[in-house]
C-alpha cells in the first residue's frame, strides 16, 4: 500500500478538541457562542449528528448511523503517536490503541453543556487493517445504549463521493482558527467535493480519502460530509489554514467495515440491522429484506415505529413508546431471512455477535499536549504550526 512520505502544500492537521489528560466530568463546560463551522447556521434539525466527548478531555462530532452506533473520525477516538508536536506527517505519524468506549460520550443537543443529555459509548471498532494517520481515520462506536427518538442517517456506502458533487457539512467546532466558538451544531450547505477518493493525485491525501470544498474548523472531526439525499458520505479527518481544504475519510472506502460494525451493533441493542447492512444498498429499492414468513420475503423489517406508528401484521415493534424498530414475527413455520434468527420472543435479530476488537484497549492516552508539555494551549488548526488539538480548554461562563 503505497503511503505519502511528508505533508504536501495542503498544510493539514486534524481537527479535534484537547484538554489536560486527568479525568473530567463525564460532560463538557463549554460557551454558548452562537457560530461554529466558518460561515455555517446554528442546526437544530439534524439530531444524528452528534457532539463527541472524551473523558480524555477532546471534544469532536460524529453521527448516529444505527440506534446504537456512531460514524466518527479515529483521531476522536484513539492517540497520536509521533505528531511532531501536533502535526501529521503522512506515513509516518500513526495511531495507539483506542480509548475505552465506556470513556466516550455522546450528545443530540443542539448545543452541548454541562447539564445536556449524554448517551455513554461501550465499545471502539478502528479498521483492523492499518493505523496511518492519513488513509486510516475513521472509527465506529458502539453505544451502551440506543438512543431513542432520533432517526439514524444512512451511510452511502454503494456509491463513492464524486468530483463535482455538492454535500452539506454539520459539526461542533470552531468558527475559525483563532478563538473560541465550539459546542454548538452548525451547518454549512452549498459545497463541492474536489475530487473523489483514489482520484486526488496529491501528496497528502490517501485513496481511502477525498478533498472537499471549505467550512471544517476544530472540533468538526469525525462530522459527515451529507450528500443531497441526506446520506452521509464522507467522515472529517484534517484541513488547512483558515478552516479550508478539508480531508474526508470516503465512507464508501470503508463500507464492509462499517456493515460489520452495524450488525455487531444490532446484535449488541437488541434489534433487526438497518437495511443497508443487510442488503449492501444505502437505497431500498424493495422493503428491507430478512422477514418471518416462508422463504424469507422482502418486508417491513427494521421498519420505525411507535406508539403512534404501527407495525404492519405479522410484525412486534420493539423499542419505546416514542421510537421503536418493527420485528418480524417467527416460528418453526414461519423461519426469519436475510441471515436473522428467530429469538426467544418469537421475533427476527441479528445473530449473537462476537466479542469486540482490541481497540477497547483500557488506554488512556489521548490528543492531549499535558504532562511533561505542560497545559494545552489553545493552537491553531494548521500543519504549519503543528497543531493537533483545538482551542478547547480555555472555560467560558455561559451566557
Known amino acids: 500500500m503505497k503511503r505519502s512520505a511528508i505533508v504536501s502544500g495542503l498544510a493539514l492537521s486534524f481537527a479535534l478538541g484537547c484538554s489536560h489528560s486527568t479525568e473530567p466530568e463525564p460532560s463538557p463546560e463549554l460557551g454558548r ?14 439530531t ?18 444505527a440506534p446504537n452506533l456512531v460514524l466518527t473520525a479515529r483521531h476522536c477516538v484513539a492517540p497520536l503517536i509521533d505528531d511532531y508536536n501536533g502535526g501529521v506527517m503522512c506515513g509516518v505519524s500513526h495511531f495507539g490503541d483506542a480509548y475505552l468506549g465506556t470513556k466516550l460520550f455522546v450528545s443530540t443537543d443542539q448545543q452541548l453543556s454541562q447539564n445536556g443529555t449524554w448517551f455513554k459509548g461501550a465499545e471502539v471498532r478502528v479498521p483492523p487493517d492499518g ?15 440506543p438512543v431513542t427518538g432520533v432517526e439514524p442517517r444512512v451511510p452511502r456506502i454503494d456509491v463513492p463521493a464524486t ?52 467550512g471544517i474548523c476544530q472540533g468538526d472531526s469525525g462530522g459527515p460530509a451529507v450528500d443531497a439525499q441526506g446520506k452521509v458520505i464522507g467522515v472529517v479527518s484534517r484541513g488547512g ?11 464508501y472506502s470503508w463500507s464492509e467495515f462499517i456493515i460489520t460494525a452495524a450488525k455487531d451493533a444490532a446484535a449488541k441493542g437488541g434489534y433487526a440491522p438497518p437495511f443497508w447492512a443487510l442488503s449492501g444498498k444505502s437505497d431500498p429499492e424493495e422493503p428491507p ?30 423499542g419505546t413508546a416514542e421510537s421503536g424498530s418493527c420485528l418480524a414475527q417467527c416460528g418453526p413455520a414461519s423461519p426469519c431471512g436475510g441471515g436473522l434468527e428467530c429469538s426467544s420472543q418469537n ?34 488548526w494548521v500543519f504549519g504550526a503543528l497543531a493537533l488539538c483545538a482551542g478547547l480548554t480555555r472555560r467560558r461562563t455561559r451566557h
Open 289 to 318: 429484506p430478512g422477514s418471518g414468513g416462508a422463504g424469507g420475503a422482502p418486508s417491513a423489517q427494521g421498519r420505525a415505529c411507535s406508539a403512534t406508528q404501527a407495525c404492519p401484521s405479522g410484525y412486534l415493534c420493539f
Open 163 to 214: 468530483a463535482g458533487e455538492p454535500y452539506t457539512a454539520i459539526g461542533y467546532g470552531q468558527q475559525g482558527d483563532y478563538g473560541y466558538s465550539a459546542g454548538e451544531r452548525m451547518v454549512l450547505s452549498g459545497l463541492t467535493v474536489q475530487c473523489s477518493a483514489g482520484e486526488c493525485n496529491q501528496v497528502g491525501i490517501e485513496f481511502t480519502e477525498f478533498l472537499g470544498d471549505t
Open 48 to 65: 444524528n449528528v452528534v457532539g463527541m466527548f472524551a473523558m480524555t478531555g477532546g471534544m469532536c462530532t460524529g453521527t448516529l448511523i
Open 347 to 380: 421475533v427476527c435479530i441479528a445473530p449473537a455477535a462476537p466479542g469486540g476488537n482490541a481497540s477497547d484497549s483500557g488506554s488512556s492516552g489521548g490528543c492531549s499536549l499535558g504532562g511533561d508539555r505542560g497545559p494545552v494551549k489553545p493552537v491553531p
Open 131 to 145: 493505523q496511518d494517520a492519513c488513509g486510516y481515520d475513521v472509527a465506529l462506536l458502539i453505544l451502551a445504549q
Open 33 to 46: 457562542d452562537t457560530n461554529a463551522i466558518k460561515g455555517g447556521e446554528q442546526d437544530f434539525a439534524d
Open 241 to 251: 489554514q483558515g478552516c479550508t481544504t478539508p480531508i474526508y475519510g470516503s465512507v
